[in-house]
């Protein structure tokens, strides 16, 4: 294996890795929660407050992505929608008064807020199967003829 692949390679695990952390961590949390308590608990806001890890992991697969010429649409829309979304929907919980708790969660606002949170998860989800597909890709064996 030629060195240029091993590091597209290495990059598209790297960022496969910390593009999922942030969606399956709460649900491991939530998972052992359950065992323990006997209730129910995710923590739904958990993969917005890693976005840092969404982030990194996200330019880690455009970088492979590059290099590899392959999954490169899909891994840049589900970043640009991660990172667009997220900020609209921090800006509107600011601008509303949920940020701060001047009123309360219900209604048009707290709506809107959580959809776009949806919205993210969603997006990062794609991204992260943009990844494993990246990694699918850069691990087939090229066929001959």
């Known amino acids: 294996m030629k060195k240029p ?27 052992l ?3 323990r308590e006997g209730i129910v608990m995710v923590d739904y806001l958990m993969p917005a407050e890693l976005f840092i890890m969404v982030l990194s992991g996200g330019c880690l697969l455009l970088w492979a992505s590059i290099r590899a010429r392959a999954m490169f649409k899909v891994v840049v829309w589900g970043l640009a ?3 667009g979304i997220l900020a609209a929907g921090m800006v509107i919980a600011q601008l509303s008064g949920l940020a701060s708790g001047a009123i309360e969660t219900v209604g048009l606002w707290w709506s809107v807020v959580v959809a776009s949170l949806v919205i993210y998860i969603l997006s990062v989800i794609t991204m992260g199967v943009g990844g494993i597909l990246l990694i699918l890709t850069l691990f087939r064996k090229p066929t001959t003829h």
């Open 5 to 31: 692949e091993a590091f597209s390679k290495s990059l598209a695990i790297a960022g496969s890795v910390l593009v999922w952390l942030p969606i399956i961590l709460p649900l491991i949390f939530g998972l």
């Open 33 to 35: 929660f359950y065992l």
């Open 81 to 83: 929608i991660a990172v």
